[in-house]
């Protein structure tokens, strides 16, 4: 198309025509988008892979839409601003103030055939079995601790203060999410439960973070981040989730995970049904059954190296392994660990907006 | 109707109306009502997960408070950013506009899509290619060892503000080119010469005739780049660090995470008044200092 041969008539004819096709485009395109497959799951990032709900795929021929996230409170927001899942995955303790909203459905337990194989003290956890109905169908859980490059520092005595210690300045990362950092500061000052409404324990967590964040290169989003970053130096010691150690340990990166003389910090999550959705219903219970399925938890335990509901799960599974990421035990590691039981909404609320204050270098 | 097209053909203001009504449909549906609603909402308060529609200004009085420190800091430390961002631009725009103008006879087009290659590929690809450079075990690092000027990484390239700066002009430079080489290309080839021929030297003809004569384009370029790097809140989160954390974050942040919309309606208002204030102020500076006339 020559430009200085086409007056201007033509220039604009042109123009709108090609206007016209791609809106005409778009409107062909959307219909065939919101079809799908029938089941829109949200889930953390990491948790799209099909060996997590194979049996799902092999019913259905295919995965369901997975949208992920790697923040729980983005997630929420998301759905606040009108995205409409089916099924989602979330911290335990995240639940109730939310189902009191309406926001999910209880499951019908009858209806799941691997449910009667989950661990009873996941499944009666009171956040996740609300009125003797099971809103949150436990699946994953597991411990949290820091990993450090053995070869680049040296480690007296591991406790979580070793994320405050000043020889390692420039070469520490901590995790960007609240609960998270919260609990650090907390294990480090020795405070047992510090979501509660007392302002002395706030002010104490607060010059607790704010201390760390001089001594950081940054605050990780995303587990691939912090993932390169150790393996090639940058940080030497972080807060980090057990599939992160597992993939440098993989890579032949020497790193340790900690074992803190203050407990490691454990967690659960639960897989919601949403109140207002969508979806097929029996898709959504079908996806459900495939994830608390013991071959999805033995995948789950070998890849990613988190603990799951199913107790038949880690049948098969190495000893050594298991012993490794502290998962021999699920009963004892969770009793003896930093375990977030419930935060009322308002300790929530001020503690998000003092990370995100001391984040933002305040 | 005769009356209706007679009216049309008589009233050019009618016919101007008419010209303009799909632009102006789109900016006050695009534009200026959610603006509006940004600025209701900033009136607004967040109660829990609730919002309390009563019109009240303690965002604002937040803004202002001590407890609102953090956001004035950010506020000035991202005026800061985008300012030395867009100078930055300006240095570099400024020779390749003037080579285009000045010294490339032919296949100027060609020339002119050369500068808008890096466009071709997405906006956070982009920034990633900055970190595969600037990154502890990047290009540049790497490079730098294997030629042995240095042993171990240079931590000080990446996640603070020079970064965030270096991201940020090298995003827009494009923006800046083109302003600039508008106005460089309406100069009259005559001018300059008799600028020479008056006896002036290079770097006085320069100053004298060519900046001149070309600040409507510096300055539209710099304005291109400064306004909008101002809200940019990705090039910080994925180069910035702890240290290049800029205002735009923290409005992300109240919208999605700390789900205070209200507060961050407030805080993008304000950031929007900064800016104008700002702008209005160099424009003012430019007129008083005759740099930039309105052309009669």
């Known amino acids: ?362 | 109707m005769p009356g209706g097209v007679g009216l049309w053909h008589r009233s050019p203001a009618l016919r101007g109306w008419a010209l303009i009504a799909p632009t102006l449909i789109i900016l006050t549906v695009m534009l200026v009502i959610p603006l509006c609603m940004l600025v209701a909402q900033s009136f607004w308060m967040q109660t829990g997960l609730a919002v309390d529609r009563t019109p009240t200004l303690r965002n604002y009085a937040l803004l202002v408070a001590p407890e609102g420190a953090i956001y004035r800091t950010l506020l000035v430390k991202s005026l800061w950013i985008s300012f030395v961002s867009a100078t930055a631009v300006l240095l570099f725009a400024f020779p390749v506009a003037y080579f285009i103008a000045f010294h490339v006879r032919r296949s100027r087009l060609t020339w002119i899509l050369l500068v808008t290659v890096p466009f071709w590929i997405s906006y956070l690809l982009r920034i990633f290619s900055w970190k595969i450079v600037l990154g502890f075990g990047g290009a540049l690092n790497s490079g730098l060892i294997s030629l042995g000027l240095i042993d171990a990484p240079v931590e000080a390239l990446m996640y603070n503000q020079a970064a965030v700066i270096l991201t940020l002009a090298h995003s827009w430079s494009a923006f800046a080119v083109l302003p600039i080489y508008v106005s460089l290309q309406k100069i009259e080839p005559q001018v300059l010469e008799a600028a020479f021929d008056l006896g002036d030297t290079g770097p006085q003809r320069l100053r004298r005739v060519i900046l001149p004569l070309a600040m409507p384009g510096l300055l539209a370029a710099f304005l291109l780049v400064f306004v909008p790097t101002m809200g940019d809140y990705i090039t910080p989160s994925l180069v910035g660090g702890t240290d290049g954390v800029m205002v735009g974050n923290a409005i992300a942040t109240l919208f999605g995470k700390q789900n205070d919309a209200p507060l961050g309606a407030a805080l993008a208002v304000a950031t929007m008044g900064a800016v104008m204030v700002l702008v209005a102020a160099i424009l003012a500076a430019a007129r008083l200092s005759g740099l930039w006339r309105r052309r009669a």
């Open chain 1, 1 to 362: 198309m020559n430009i200085d041969r086409m007056n201007r008539r033509q220039l604009l004819a042109r123009a709108s025509a090609l206007g016209l096709v791609s809106v005409g485009a778009g409107g062909l395109l959307r219909p065939a988008r919101a079809e799908g497959t029938g089941l829109t799951v949200m889930d953390w990032t990491g948790y799209e892979v099909p060996d997590l709900f194979q049996p799902y795929v092999e019913k259905y021929g295919s995965a369901p839409d997975i949208t992920i996230f790697s923040d729980l409170e983005e997630a929420w927001q998301k759905i606040a601003g009108g995205f409409r899942p089916d099924v989602m995955h979330a911290d335990h303790w995240q639940i109730p103030a939310r189902r009191d909203a309406g926001m999910f459905e209880a499951w019908d337990t009858s209806r799941l055939s691997n449910f009667p194989d989950l661990m009873p003290e996941l499944v009666n956890l009171p956040t996740l079995q609300h009125e003797g109905k099971q809103f949150g169908v436990p699946v994953d859980w597991g411990i949290n601790s820091i990993c450090y490059r053995t070869d680049l520092i040296t480690i007296e005595e591991e406790s979580w203060t070793s994320l405050w210690n000043p020889d390692f300045s420039g070469k520490i990362a901590q995790t960007g999410q609240m609960d998270t950092m919260v609990g650090a500061a907390a294990l480090a000052l020795g405070i047992e439960n510090p979501f509660v409404n007392d302002p002395e324990i706030m002010k104490a967590i607060e010059a607790k973070m704010t201390e760390q964040r001089a001594l950081l290169r940054f605050y990780w989003s995303d587990p691939t981040q912090l993932a390169q970053a150790m393996a090639t130096g940058e940080v030497a010691i972080a807060f980090a989730w057990p599939s992160v150690y597992k993939e440098l340990k993989a890579q032949g990166v020497p790193v340790k995970y900690m074992r803190p003389k203050e407990g490691v910090m454990g967690w659960a999550q639960g897989m919601l049904l949403m109140q207002d959705r969508d979806g097929d219903t029996q898709k959504a219970y079908d996806f459900m059954d495939a994830w608390i399925a013991a071959s999805t938890g033995r995948w789950l335990i070998e890849n990613y190296g988190y603990g799951h509901a199913n107790v038949n799960a880690v049948k098969g599974v190495a000893p050594e392994l298991l012993a490794d990421l502290m998962l021999e035990d699920p009963t004892k590691t969770l009793q003896s660990s930093f375990f977030i039981r419930d935060m009322p909404q308002d300790v929530q609320t001020a503690y998000v907006a003092m990370v995100e204050r001391i984040k933002a270098g305040g």
